[in-house]
C-alpha cells in the first residue's frame, strides 16, 4: 500500500519558518516528481511547488518564490518544502503528492491536482499576523 505521510505543520507567527516533510512508504519516490499543494479555507487546493525526479527545474507558484524551498532526500524516501517568511495568506492544509500520470519524473502539470497518482493527508499551517 502506498502512503504519503506529510509533517512539519504548525502556528508559526509571520515571518517564521518551517520544514515540510513529506514521507512515502510503500512507493519509491527516487526518479519520481513530488509535489506541493496547499487549500486554505474555502479555497480550491493549488500547486505550490514541484520538484522533479532528478532533482533538476524545481517548481514554485510566483507568490512564494525566493521564500519557500523543495528538495529531496532519496536515501530517506522523503522530500521538503522549507516555508519561510510566512505571512497570513500562506495558512492551509499543505499536501504533498507523487506518481505523475503525465509524464513521469517531470513536473509537468504540477499545478493540477488530478496530475498525481497518489495523495497524503495533509499537514496544517496557520500563520499569525
Known amino acids: 500500500e502506498v502512503q504519503l505521510v506529510e509533517s512539519g505543520g504548525g502556528l508559526v507567527q509571520a515571518g517564521g519558518s518551517l520544514r515540510l516533510s513529506c514521507a512515502a512508504s510503500?512507493?519509491?519516490?527516487?526518479?519520481?516528481?513530488v509535489g506541493w499543494f496547499r487549500q486554505a479555507p474555502g479555497k480550491e487546493r493549488e500547486g505550490v511547488s514541484c520538484?522533479?525526479?532528478?532533482?533538476?527545474?524545481?517548481y514554485y507558484i510566483d507568490s512564494v518564490k525566493g521564500r519557500f524551498t523543495i528538495s529531496r532526500d532519496n536515501a530517506k524516501n522523503a522530500v521538503y518544502l522549507r516555508i519561510g517568511t510566512l505571512k497570513p495568506e500562506d495558512t492551509a492544509v499543505y499536501y504533498c503528492?507523487?506518481?505523475?500520470?503525465?509524464?513521469?519524473?517531470?513536473?509537468?502539470?504540477?499545478?493540477?491536482?488530478?496530475?498525481?497518482?497518489?495523495w497524503g493527508q495533509g499537514t496544517e499551517v496557520t500563520v499569525s499576523s
Open positions: 520538484i522533479r525526479g532528478d532533482g533538476g527545474s524545481n
Open positions: 503528492a507523487a506518481g505523475s500520470r503525465i509524464v513521469p519524473g517531470t513536473c509537468v502539470g504540477a499545478k493540477n491536482t488530478d496530475t498525481f497518482n497518489y
Open positions: 510503500g512507493f519509491t519516490l527516487d526518479g519520481h516528481a
